[in-house]
Each structure stands twice: as structure tokens, then as C-alpha cells.
């Protein structure tokens, strides 16, 4: 997901990718040739590209089934899906707030698993990162009012 908001002829070694997500070198590079295995990433001219249309398809049809949303405790965390900007302007609801867990989050709600365990951290440093994983986490855990607004601001962001 990360390479899907770099600028356009932007590039960024495996090192410097591990070091934005929290990851290593090497769970960088074996997530690489599985996006290019599964044409999440495909071969231009210019070089290999995220391939927006199969990651926007990927995410809207298959995240929520390769991912499934583990819910916990109430816990202080960081808000995500609908509780986090963009879809929190949108959405008003008298249940707890997803969050995902994290020691610096000042927000009480509803514990959601993110989907790796550095993604908070990773958030916390790229704020337009935070922004797709909040959405991601709306595909795959929230109710119907709330995947259809962020498929919305998805289709928006990416395919245009």
C-alpha cells in the first residue's frame, strides 16, 4: 500500500520501504514479489508500478476475506476506519470508536486489529498512509454505510 502513494517516477529501495512500514528488509521485499506475482505491482516501460485498478479491486473485494477484522477489548488506540479522517466527518455513531491499540493513542474505542502489527506506528509517521489504512480498515470492518463511503473516497483517490 505504501507504494501506491509514491509520486510518479518516485522511487524507494527495500531498505528505505522497511524503515516507513516497521518492517524488515526481507518481509519488504517477499511482500514485493507477491504483489508482482499477483499483479498488484506490474512491469512499464518506466519501470515496475502499482497497478491501481488491481489494488483498488483487491481491496474492495478480497481484503475483508484475506484479512478479516479481529475485534477486542476496549482499549486506548489509535482511531481508524470510519472513527479516522476521512470517513469521521461522515459517519456519527454512539458505539465506541475502532482503534487500534497503541500505547501514544488518546482515543477509547472498540480494539480492531490492524493489519500488520507496525501499520500504527507506520500511520503515526506518514499521515496520508494513515489515511489509506483507516479506509482499508472501514473495507474490511465496517458496517455497509461506511464500505461504500470509503470504496467512494477510494475510486476518487486512486482511479482518477
Known amino acids: 500500500m505504501r507504494l501506491s502513494l509514491l509520486e510518479s517516477g518516485e522511487r524507494r529501495s527495500f531498505s528505505q520501504l522497511a524503515g516507513d512500514l516497521g518492517m524488515s528488509v526481507s518481509e519488504v521485499h517477499a511482500g514485493v514479489q507477491r504483489a508482482k506475482a499477483s ?3 506490474v512491469r512499464r516501460t518506466e519501470g515496475d508500478a ?3 485498478m488491481h489494488l483498488f479491486e483487491f481491496v474492495v473485494h478480497g481484503v475483508k476475506y484475506w484479512l478479516p477484522p479481529q475485534r477486542g477489548q476496549l482499549s486506548r488506540g489509535i482511531p481508524t476506519a470510519h472513527a479516522a479522517a476521512p470517513l469521521k466527518s461522515e459517519i456519527v455513531s454512539d458505539d465506541a470508536p475502532p482503534v487500534w491499540p497503541h500505547p501514544e ?5 472498540e480494539a480492531l486489529e490492524p493489519i ?3 501499520a500504527p506506528d507506520a500511520a503515526l509517521r506518514d499521515p496520508d498512509l494513515y489515511v489509506l489504512l483507516a479506509l482499508v ?4 470492518a465496517g458496517q455497509a ?9 477510494l475510486e476518487e483517490e486512486w482511479l482518477e
Open 145 to 153: 454505510r461506511e464500505r461504500k463511503l470509503a470504496v467512494q473516497y
Open 137 to 140: 480498515d472501514a473495507i474490511r
Open 39 to 41: 499483479r498488484l505491482i
Open 116 to 118: 500488520y502489527r507496525s
Open 50 to 52: 502499482v497497478s491501481h
Open 105 to 109: 493513542g488518546r482515543v477509547r474505542g
